[in-house]
């Protein structure tokens, strides 16, 4: 989007259909089918993951209950790829390539050739969007001692109830706590929560002898 605001012919290239989140509430239109309908006033608040089980994912106390392979499948369930729906009238003119799989890549003359499985083109820039997986180990805060102390499954610490890792006193919020309280964690809509179960927390464990920070 910014590309094309700058005066660069942009097309972009992914595994499916663009995800609008809240496109339909933003773009006011006057008639709407009846599944739309329902998609908007059945949304949760947050409009993290696809309905219902969008509504479990308002409630991470409840979703960290959950055995771990549950949590797991929620977070891959909720946390697909999506373009928040104020974006959407930006993206006129832009071409949207979906579906398409990338087989190779090559330098071709001061360009870069891509394949794909039925034809190619070639492009002067190719910027990779992939994601991230989140891993503490790889933040540089902790020194190695105090790394190998703290419990981790698949690079995100495991947390109690007040989000506190295996060192007492030791929290995250966050991203870093999606794997114990699911997807909303993601999101600053996930914020009020861990806010208020983290100083719950420490006010009640304010005789423990440690110093929150």
């Not at 949590?71 to 398409?100: C, E, H, M, Q, Y």
Request: with cysteine; charged share 20%; aromatic share 10%.
């Amino acid at each position: 989007m910014l590309l094309k605001r700058s005066g660069a012919e942009v097309q972009l290239i992914c595994h499916g259909d663009i995800h609008w989140l809240g496109y339909r509430a933003l773009s006011g239109k006057q008639s709407w089918s009846l599944r739309d309908f329902l998609s908007e006033r059945l949304a949760s608040p947050s409009r993290v993951g696809p309905f219902p089980i969008s509504w479990l994912v308002e409630v991470p106390g409840f979703v960290h209950r959950f055995p771990e392979p549950a949590r797991a499948g929620l977070n891959r369930r909720s946390l697909g790829a999506g373009a928040t729906g104020w974006l959407k009238p930006d993206f006129d003119g832009i071409r949207v390539n979906a579906g398409s799989r990338i087989v190779a890549a090559s330098a071709k003359d001061n360009g870069i050739e891509l394949r794909f499985e039925k034809d190619a083109a070639t492009f002067d820039h190719v910027l990779l969007g992939t994601g991230y997986r989140i891993d503490i180990a790889k933040l540089g805060l902790f020194a190695p001692d105090m790394l190998a102390a703290i419990a981790r499954r698949e690079g995100l610490p495991v947390l109690s109830a007040g989000f506190e890792s295996s060192i007492p006193g030791l929290h995250f919020v966050g991203a870093s706590a999606v794997g114990s309280f699911g997807p909303l964690m993601r999101f600053t809509a996930g914020t009020p929560f861990a806010a208020r179960t983290v100083a719950r927390f420490v006010q009640r464990a304010k005789d423990r002898n440690y110093a929150a920070a």
